[in-house]
């Protein structure tokens, strides 16, 4: 008996987000780049705006996911998010076009990046969750399906490089508005495709209209229907958990303050990555046993950071290495910097069966390690990559340029790390939450991705530049050599401390793996 097919809608969920990561992913890989060679801007300032920017595209989705299942529901909050982003990526485009004018190109530069914010706050926690909805409970398709959806992402994040790195790097700055340009169309063409198609093919199993309604106002079954709230006066208890959350946000406000001066996108990213987290584990619903499985990710979600913040210099201090550090002649062609971004999705697809096919030969022999070792493991091969290329450029001369194999080399180990690491920790959040707070907690996982980002554009901060005397807790970086080993140390180390942690950390999840 033969599988039955897919919805049709799954493939208008595929082609929709096809051509909204291609928007994402082609305008960040040329974004470094249009700062320093187009702005002129700084290294150092550059990388924090980039910094900025990805941290908060991984913050806002908290925000977006909770008017989505409030207010608006999926279809509303996929065509505003997508309109958003349009609107950015064509304030990006004139940005891009009015270099001459300065004030009103950085002007024009930081409302493009807000609306970009924005929109991919409604539109990036809504359009997955479609998937789910299209297939009944239990059906045996929907690992597959998400596989598809899955490789929708990484068809658009493998394209864009491509494709607007070929338009927008040409050596020329006034160039780098034909890739926003091309990434603002892409954002368009998700509108359209996404409007024009959703009626026709958004269709539960059940043939009713998906997405709608929001959550909250959607028809229960009687069975699954909520008891009816009944009014209960404010607990003493409750009262004193705001006012703590209160006085805590209260004082890290003032300590990030002191700590970044008025850089007020870290000091509201530091706080909220602290503050909710905590509010969720001082829930009275919560029992011993998931308090402590919660607390096992947030143990995690914490080393996880110092992964996400070397691994995400790809779009920022890697690209900068590429351009100006890296041999990128083939056959007398010079490579555009920006494609080297198109190496993680692709080695993703050829790769994505290994890990799991290491982690079930060593299950059948009973050896297979916890999620907390895998996600060790993971931060090892990042430092591994990072060590790797430090060795090629150790004792180059400044201006002498390096082969690109060492940048395949890295990426390519760095892509076994995220396969060793990202899935494993999804999976392992899905697993160890409670299901009530199931979207939430997912929501906090991201948010440590985004505190990673943010710190990734901190650390992208360090990258060597003629003239300027850069350091970290006394070490100083002159080289690309001493730059790189900067990420060597903090992901072995995080590794090391993660190692001798996790037999611990098992302990609390009792019994899951």
């Known amino acids: 008996m033969s599988t039955p097919k897919h919805p ?53 989705p908290l925000i977006g996911g909770y008017i989505a299942d409030k207010y608006w529901g999926i279809r509303r909050s996929i065509f505003w998010g997508a309109i958003l982003m349009s609107i950015g990526q064509f304030l990006m485009f004139f940005s891009a076009s009015t270099l001459d004018q300065v004030e009103l190109s ?23 969750s479609l998937v789910g909805q299209l297939y009944v409970p239990g059906d045996q398709r929907l690992d597959s399906a998400y596989t598809i959806f899955y490789m929708g992402v990484n068809v658009g994040s493998f394209l864009a490089p491509i494709v607007c790195g070929l338009f927008g790097e040409t050596g020329n700055p006034e160039d780098f508005k034909w890739g926003f340009l091309i990434a603002a169309l892409f954002t368009v063409l998700t509108v359209v495709l996404f409007e024009t198609q ?118 920022a201090s890697l690209t900068l290495f590429a351009s100006e550090q890296t041999d990128r002649h083939i056959f007398g062609w010079e490579m555009p910097a920006s494609w080297f971004q198109s190496l993680n999705p692709t080695m993703i697809v050829i790769l994505a069966t290994l890990m799991p096919a290491v982690w079930n030969a060593l299950n059948k022999r009973g050896k297979e390690p916890s999620s907390p070792t895998k996600q060790a493991i993971g931060l090892l091969l990042l430092s591994l990559g990072y060590l790797f290329i430090s060795f090629g450029v150790k004792d180059v001369e400044p201006g002498i340029k390096v082969s690109m194999l060492w940048l395949v080399g890295l990426y390519f180990i760095h892509t076994l790390g995220e396969l060793a690491l990202s899935p494993i920790g999804l999976s392992m959040v899905n697993k160890l939450t409670p299901i009530r707070f199931a979207s939430l907690m997912m929501g906090v996982w991201y948010m440590s991705i985004g505190t990673a980002n943010k710190f990734a554009g901190m650390l992208g901060g360090l990258y060597p530049e003629p003239g300027k005397v850069k350091s970290l807790f006394g070490y100083h970086i002159e080289t690309m050599h001493d730059f790189f080993m900067v990420f060597v140390v903090m992901s072995a180390v995080a590794s090391l401390i993660l190692f001798l942690l996790s037999k611990k950390l098992q302990k609390m999840m009792h019994g899951v793996v």
């Open 8 to 60: 049709k809608g799954l493939y208008l969920i595929f082609a929709t987000s096809t051509a909204e990561r291609f928007s994402y992913y082609g305008m960040r890989a040329i974004f470094i780049l249009f700062l320093t060679h187009a702005l002129l801007l700084d290294k150092e300032t550059a990388a924090s705006i980039y910094g900025s920017y990805t941290g908060l595209v991984y913050l806002t």
């Open 198 to 315: 959703k009626n026709k093919y958004l269709i539960g199993p059940s043939g009713e209209p998906l997405g709608v309604l929001p959550d909250a106002l959607r028809k229960q079954p009687a069975a699954e229907a909520a008891p009816a709230p009944t009014a209960k006066t404010p607990k003493k208890g409750q009262t004193k958990k705001y006012i703590f959350l209160g006085i805590m946000t209260l004082f890290l406000l003032v300590a990030f303050n002191l700590l970044f001066g008025n850089d007020w996108v870290s000091i509201g990213i530091f706080t909220a990555c602290i503050v909710i987290p905590v509010s969720i584990f001082m829930d009275d619903s919560l029992t011993k046993i998931e308090r402590e499985r919660i607390l096992v990710i947030y143990i995690i979600a914490f080393f996880v950071i110092f992964f996400w913040a070397a691994y995400e210099q790809a779009g």
């Open 106 to 128: 950085h002007m024009l530069m930081y409302g493009g990046l807000a609306f970009l914010i924005l929109g991919n706050g409604f539109f990036k926690p809504t359009v997955s």
